[in-house]
C-alpha cells in the first residue's frame, strides 16, 4: 500500500518518425484516426522526452514542467494511454514525486505487462504561509495545468503509436480532486477516469471558492470512485480538513444525476492506495474506449462486489 504523506495544515515508444498533421488531421482534411477530441496546439511547441521511460522537463504555457513517462519495454501497436496526477506532497520529503510514484506502485511492470503507455506529470510546488507543496493549481484557475494535459495528449498522440480513444486518467487523493477538474473540462478526450480518495466541491481553509470543482462533462463517461472509509481524510482525523469519502460521495451522486456510469469503492483503511485498489483502476484503464459502453455496465463486479457498487444503469456512454 502507499501511505499518504501528511504536512504541517497550511493551506509508446521512440517515435519511428514523428505523426505528421495529415497522419493525425490537424491542419488537415484528412479523418483522424480517433473518435475523440482534436489534438490541442502545442502552447509552447514543445514535447517531453518520449523515448524511452524516463524523466523529462519540457516548456508548458512557457513555464517549465516535468513529467516521467513509463513506456512498455517492448512497446506494441495502438497502445492504451493513462494520465496519473499525484497528490500533495512535501517537495522536501519527496523531490522527485512522479518517479516516487511511479516506483512505488511499480507502473514500469503495470507498463510491461499490460502494453500500456504511463505519464506522471508533476504538479506545481505552492508556497502557504511558510510551507511549499506540490498541489494542482485548484486555488487558481488552473489553466497552466489544463494545458498541461492538452500538451500531453497532444505529445503522445503525435510521437508514440498510442490510441487516443484509450485515454484515462487516474488521481490520488490531490490528483485525484485534480480529475475531477479534468474530467469535467476534458470528457472530450477521455474514455473513462479513476479517482482513488478525491471527489468534488472541497471546501477548505484561505480558499474562497470550494476546489475541485464540478461541471457535467460533454459526455456521460464511465468513472471509477474509491475512498478509504471514516479516517480516509486529510491531516488527520483528530483535525479534519478533508474528508474524502464525503467527497467522494457527493461527485458520485453528481456523475450519477448526470447520466454517468459510476462503479463506487470503499475499502477500509484509510488514506491510501491498496493493491486491489490499484488493480482495479489499472482494469478499468484498459477497459474503456472513448464512447463505448463500458464492461461494467451489466453489474457484474467479479471479485471486486464485496467493496465495490455499481450506481447507475447507464452504459457509460450515449
Not at 36 to 63: Q, V, Y
Not at 191 to 196: C, K, N, P, Y
Amino acid at each position: 500500500m502507499i501511505a499518504a504523506l501528511t504536512l504541517p495544515l497550511a493551506l509508446g515508444l521512440l517515435a519511428c518518425a514523428d505523426k505528421s498533421s495529415d497522419d493525425t488531421g490537424i491542419g488537415s482534411t484528412t479523418t483522424k484516426p480517433w473518435a475523440s477530441a482534436d489534438l490541442a496546439p502545442l502552447s509552447s511547441g514543445e514535447c517531453p522526452d518520449l523515448s524511452g521511460s524516463g524523466t523529462s522537463t519540457f516548456l508548458s504555457s512557457d513555464e517549465e514542467r516535468t513529467v516521467t513517462a513509463i513506456l512498455p519495454t517492448t512497446p506494441t501497436a495502438a497502445m492504451p494511454l493513462v494520465i496519473f496526477f499525484h497528490g500533495l506532497m512535501d517537495p522536501t520529503q519527496t523531490p522527485d514525486p512522479t518517479e516516487y510514484m511511479a516506483t512505488a506502485l511499480d507502473m514500469q511492470g503495470v507498463a510491461d505487462e499490460n502494453g500500456v503507455v504511463i505519464l506522471l506529470p508533476e504538479a506545481p510546488i505552492l508556497e502557504m504561509l511558510g510551507y511549499q507543496f506540490y498541489l494542482w493549481d485548484m486555488l487558481g484557475d488552473g489553466q497552466q495545468d489544463m494545458t498541461l494535459f492538452d500538451d500531453l495528449r497532444t505529445c503522445a498522440g503525435q510521437q508514440l503509436d498510442v490510441d487516443l480513444d484509450r485515454l484515462v486518467v487516474l488521481g490520488f487523493s490531490g490528483g485525484a480532486l485534480w480529475t475531477t477538474e479534468v474530467l469535467s473540462q476534458r470528457a472530450d478526450t477521455l474514455a473513462g477516469a479513476v479517482e482513488m480518495s478525491g471527489g468534488a466541491d472541497v471546501v477548505i481553509p484561505l480558499a474562497e471558492d470550494p476546489i475541485a470543482q464540478y461541471d457535467t462533462p460533454a459526455w456521460a463517461l464511465p468513472v471509477l470512485l474509491q475512498s478509504g472509509g471514516s479516517n480516509d481524510v486529510w491531516p488527520s482525523t483528530s483535525f479534519t480538513v478533508i474528508d474524502f469519502t464525503a467527497a467522494t460521495d457527493l461527485l458520485a451522486q453528481y456523475l450519477v444525476d448526470d447520466g454517468s456510469l459510476v462503479v463506487r469503492c470503499e475499502h477500509s483503511r484509510g488514506h491510501t492506495v491498496t493493491t486491489k485498489g490499484f488493480d482495479l483502476a489499472v482494469a478499468w484503464a484498459l477497459g474503456h474506449t472513448y464512447q463505448q459502453v463500458s464492461p461494467w455496465a451489466d453489474g457484474d463486479l467479479g471479485d471486486d462486489a464485496d467493496w465495490c457498487t455499481l450506481m447507475s444503469a447507464g452504459s457509460g456512454g450515449f
